[in-house]
């Protein structure tokens, strides 16, 4: 038995207090907002320029016919779909709380399935639409909703503002992101209760994830909200179990799992895209009203924002994994390491599972289209950052927890895989 749901209070948050508490960056008191209707407006254009994500760029084929994809039935066009994006099948993450556009498709009964790589989120549903959330480098998530094709009929591709309504809004501080919900779904439909909200990123407890979701591979690990419904009886919320697979059949998905190193992961890269996202959106506002020559304040501004993405980079507030560690699925691991990069036969993407996620503390995301897409002040200052971080000679207090083994291993691999660093690094 838990105790009654928490009150919370349902008041609107101002967009600043928003950038700041959920998405965990401290916004100086002269940094421009970035909001919603902002986005439609110059320096953004969010609605007018053309992006250049990896969905919209395979779009037009899709709808006019020139991509074929498998059409003898949905999961058949769905793995051909993910094959194509290379998104791996064994990423397959479920989720039963009705806390997406296309809520009255989902029941414990009938999970949504969200699949992923570090660019592109693809949202399915037995007997609905596919979502796709694809991150443009300048423009952050792009969001688009279609029916699965039957017979012959065309690809009718919809680029969707509703989804803004939640991507968009107080809970990735007014940019386009993603977000990453945790609820105590009700047997008979709802949300009984709710966690972490707003907030998304490795630093966010164990013990408040996975509500609403269904989590496989968990190896004893029992101190969070995954795999359970609640009911209230007696003003107390007790826990209802819902085990995976109790209540559906997994042949109706594409894997048999819903696995725990995926959702960590998942997790882990929601919270980097949001940051990134948003320090896009913050470097390119204050730019646009410099006229390209920022002021000592926004200087300033941005310094600090470049410390709390180096901070997140370098895995700075990870909450230790379970005690024990964990394992996961095999395949999704595997699937997981495929495409890493390796300089002296080590890798950002070295997994650790033991207390941490990864063996070498600096993000792979590092690579990804977000990062790509920062400006490059905003870039300029965060390799800086990241060079003052991994600094032997004189380190930094606040990177103590990264021994001088793994900062030189993490530089090794940074200078052998990213061309675009400093020349002085």
Not at 39 to 51: A, G, I, Q, V
Not at 76 to 89: A, D, G
Request: net charge neutral.
């Amino acid at each position: 038995m838990t105790p009654a749901p928490r009150s919370r209070s349902r008041s609107r948050i101002s967009a600043t207090l928003a950038l700041a508490a959920g998405l965990l960056l401290a916004a100086t008191a002269d940094a421009a907002e970035v909001t919603f209707s902002d986005l439609e407006l110059p320096p953004h254009d969010y609605f007018n320029r053309s992006p250049r994500d990896r969905f919209t760029l395979l779009k037009a084929a899709l709808e006019s016919g020139e991509l074929q994809l498998d059409r003898t039935g949905e999961k058949e066009f769905l793995r051909s779909l993910l094959e194509r994006l290379e998104i791996p099948v064994s990423s397959q993450l479920l989720v039963f709380s009705t806390t997406s556009l296309q809520l009255r498709f989902i029941t414990p009964e009938n999970p949504r399935a969200l699949y992923f790589n570090e660019d592109t989120y693809v949202g399915y549903i037995p007997g609905g639409r596919l979502e796709i959330v694809s991150i443009d480098p300048d423009l952050g998530g792009i969001f688009y909703i279609f029916d699965v094709p039957r017979g012959t009929a065309p690809v009718r591709v919809e680029r969707s503002d509703r989804c803004m309504n939640c991507h968009a809004r107080e809970e990735t501080g007014f940019i386009p992101g993603l977000v990453v919900k945790s609820v105590v779904p009700g047997t008979t439909g709802g949300s009984l209760d709710s966690f972490r909200r707003g907030i998304t990123g490795h630093g966010v407890p164990l013990a408040d994830r996975f509500g609403g979701w269904h989590v496989t591979g968990l190896d004893g690990f029992t101190n969070h909200w995954g795999n359970l419904l609640g009911e209230l009886r007696d003003r107390q919320l007790r826990r209802v179990p819902n085990p995976p697979g109790s209540r559906f059949r997994f042949d109706r998905y594409l894997a048999g799992t819903s696995d725990l190193i995926a959702h960590l992961l998942h997790e882990h890269q929601a919270g980097f895209v949001n940051r990134a996202i948003e320090a896009t959106y913050r470097a390119r506002t204050h730019l646009h009203n410099d006229g390209g020559k920022l002021t000592a304040a926004h200087e300033a501004g941005l310094d600090d924002q470049a410390r709390l993405l180096t901070r997140y980079l370098l895995f700075t507030d990870e909450v230790p994994l379970p005690a024990g560690g964990v394992n996961g699925d095999d395949a999704f691991r595997a699937d997981f390491l495929r495409n890493k990069r390796i300089v002296s036969g080590k890798s950002l993407k070295d997994l650790e599972l033991k207390t941490r996620l990864f063996r070498n503390r600096c993000s792979y995301m590092i690579y990804s289209t977000a990062f790509a897409g920062l400006p490059a002040v905003m870039k300029s200052k965060v390799f800086a950052e990241l060079k003052r971080a991994l600094d032997e000679s004189s380190p930094a207090p606040e990177f103590a927890y990264l021994p001088p083994p793994e900062k030189r291993t993490i530089r090794n691999i940074l200078k052998g895989s990213l061309t675009e660093l400093p020349a002085d690094w």
